[in-house]
């Protein structure tokens, strides 16, 4: 026991310098958002065009619990999908493929919402 609490303390300092994905020096963030998007989704789910082929970086942000993908013309969300909590915004790196159009398409996991969709630029 004595040995692993000493191990948890030594770790503390690093822990507290922890950063998110996407932060910067002090929690500012390393990216600014070039233009905002939304898609809303029901029970069943929805898409939206929405990423220009230079995106690397989405913040997504929902009102409620939502499943997300990312896509070809025909991308379909399902409640197996990434699930975003709401209210909790979260980055992700986008996989561009040049030769194809990325969509989005959303499903709520309970009830329907908005999702913001920010494009990010560095």
């Known amino acids: 026991m004595k040995l692993r609490l000493t191990a948890a303390l030594l770790l ?11 932060s910067g020096v ?17 029970g069943t789910a929805s898409r939206t065009l929405v990423l220009p082929s230079d995106t690397r970086v989405v913040r ?3 009102t409620t619990a939502v499943h ?3 896509g070809g ?8 999908d990434t699930l975003l909590p709401a209210n909790t915004p979260e980055y992700f790196k986008v996989l561009q493929n040049p030769s194809r159009t990325t969509y989005i ?6 009830s329907g919402g908005v999702l ?6 560095p």
């Open 12 to 22: 503390l300092p690093i822990l507290s310098h922890a950063q998110a994905y996407g």
């Open 26 to 42: 002090d929690g500012q963030s390393v990216f600014q958002v070039s233009e905002t998007r939304t898609l809303n989704y029901t």
């Open 60 to 62: 997504y942000a929902a």
């Open 68 to 70: 997300k993908k990312e």
């Open 73 to 80: 013309s025909t991308v379909t969300a399902t409640t197996n």
């Open 105 to 110: 398409s959303a499903i709520q996991d309970a």
């Open 116 to 121: 913001y969709i920010d494009l990010m630029k």
